[in-house]
């Protein structure tokens, strides 16, 4: 990934558009599952296909609005790990063409100074004592890492997961388990504090001892408190990073007051943006359902503040 320019900020998309004509194409197992193997896996490479040219065309409508970022969908390549319908890319007629189809977004990605991430569904859990949960879990971080690969992906982002009765056991399953992963899992992996069972002050320990990032969540911190501040908890995240920080940005739906402030409005309220992430290169992926309409409008309010502080 080519580095930003110094003191920029980029922030990024989320998954998908609520606007723009761009749809990545899903099913499900059992859909699949009612076909002929062969038929089915000629639908699967016809999806997989498809979503290989809708990331090249998210791509291009982040570089032609001033979005630096992008995360990829989890089900880019659908059903990919199901134990019964899943594939590898090499079973799909043309699965190398479509291979190069995601080598392709990588190239234009790096190109036009996109970063590009993972971020996997929240079953994806690695101190489950679940040997099932587990295995899947670990299933699914080596699928999106080979697609992170092609694309050049530089981050798969997952939280914690749950404490089970007991949070500094969990914590220790975590590192081992992290210390356990393939290079192309490792190398890619960030934690993220959420709002229900782990902080930054929980995790930062861990990725101090496993040189894990730490994407921090500013709402998910207001949401779930721990004595550190905004402006504490950025500066022990930001050293976690020996590339181009990646933060979470979100407002809650019915205000910090509401009754379940954990939940994310359309847009983000400019006031919940940190000053602290200003003036220093980061990456900021915003979580709002309007989505490129809710990157528009932060952009547009944090150049407005940016003016009016130059004069």
Known sequence: ???????????????????????????????????????????????????????????????????GAFR????ILPVKTHPTAGYDVSELPSGAEIVSRFRECGRFARANDLRLSFHPDQFVVLNSPNPKTLAHSLAELAYQAEVAEWVGADTVNIHGGGAYGDKAGALRTLRENIERLPAPVRSRLTLENDDKVYTPADLLPVCADTGVP????????????????????TKRAR?????????????????????????????????????????????????????????????????GEARSHAR
């Open 1 to 67: 990934m080519s580095r930003p320019k110094p003191n920029t900020l980029r922030l990024g998309l989320c998954c998908q558009f609520t606007q723009a004509p761009i749809k990545f194409r899903t099913t499900t197992a059992t859909v699949m599952l009612r076909l002929p193997k062969r038929e089915r896996l000629d639908r699967l490479a016809e999806l997989c296909r498809l979503n290989a040219e809708a990331l090249l065309a998210s791509l291009q409508f982040c570089a032609d609005h001033s979005i």
């Open 239 to 303: 050293a976690t990073w020996k590339t181009e920080p990646l933060f979470h940005i979100s407002s809650p739906l019915e205000g910090w007051d509401g009754p379940k402030p954990e939940r994310h409005h359309d847009y983000i309220n400019a006031a919940d943006f940190p000053k602290d992430w200003l003036g220093w290169p980061l990456t900021v992926e915003v979580e709002a359902k309007a989505k490129e309409l809710a990157v528009a409008k932060l952009i547009a309010e944090l150049a």
């Open 214 to 233: 730490l994407v921090y969540d500013a709402h998910h911190h207001r949401c779930l408190l721990d004595g550190l501040t905004v402006a504490e908890a």
């Open 72 to 75: 990829i969908n989890s089900q």
